[in-house]
């Protein structure tokens, strides 16, 4: 199994993407560190993992407070005594308004969870990272990390935003083995998704030229190669799981 002997961490790992990828890393043998702010789709996940031979535990954490950050990475050590692969995914869509329009409040709950939250991840990680003597990041972004969400712009100016970070991560950690990179899905079948009506999902379904949206499990397969020592010599990239959204 290619994640033999590794240890990983999934932050929003009780839904959705998070969850696909929890279950993958798990299945090519990694131990997993499920986390989430949500308890009870956290512990569920576990035993998902646990009924399918994996080996995983939950810790409970908001990635939006930096101390429940910090806390987490020290349980990932504590837990399974060091820390390889990291992938922070957890994020929410947020208010839809026109920016003109768009609540303060909204702004900054969006800001808080998927800009501010993926950089509590990384900072903590790579601390731990580099006392490992190496490891793996993967953000995830979205296909707005490089296309507009119209009346979402708190969640397009995060996702660019969590781009350019990982960019940076890249620049400075080369050396230090440690690889960091950033995952763009196009619009995937989550419970993300729900609030959406019939009309606004069949547009969406429209944008991708494949015609449907994508499965959680699709943005995991890239989410595992990345993670894994397949990607060796691949850092600082944004890679897009779009169905071609962004192509056309
Ligand atoms: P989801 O709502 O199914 O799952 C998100 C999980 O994150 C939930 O379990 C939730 O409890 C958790 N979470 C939310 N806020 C949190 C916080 N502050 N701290 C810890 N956990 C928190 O969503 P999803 O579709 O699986 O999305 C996962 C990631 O993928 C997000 O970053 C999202 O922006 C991104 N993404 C989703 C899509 C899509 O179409 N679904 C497309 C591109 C990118």
Known sequence: KILDNKVALVTGAGSGIGLAIAKLYAKEGAKVIVSDINEEHGKSAVEEIKSAGGEATFVKADTSNPEQVEALVKATVETYGKLDIACNNAGI???????????????????????????????????????????????????????AAPLSSAYTSTKHAVVGLT??????????????????????????????????????????????????????ELVLFLSSDKSSFITGGYYLVDGGYTAV
Not at 141 to 147: C, N, P
Not at 179 to 199: F, H, K, M, S, W
Request: glycine fraction near 14%; include cysteine; proline fraction near 4%.
């Open 167 to 220: 960019k940076n991560i890249g620049a400075e950690y080369g050396q230090k083995n440690i690889r960091c990179n950033a995952v763009g899905p196009g619009y995937i079948d989550t419970p993300l998704l729900n609030q959406l009506d019939d009309e606004h999902r069949k547009a969406l379904i429209a944008k991708h030229p494949m015609g449907r949206l994508g499965k959680s499990e699709e943005v995991a």
């Open 93 to 147: 869509g947020g208010e839809t308004n026109p920016t003109g329009d768009y609540s303060l409040d909204g702004w900054k709950k969006v800001i808080d969870i998927n800009l501010d939250g993926v950089f509590y991840g990384c900072k903590y990680e790579l601390t731990q990272m580099e006392k490992n003597g190496g490891g793996v990041i993967v953000n995830i972004a979205s296909i707005h990390g490089t296309v």
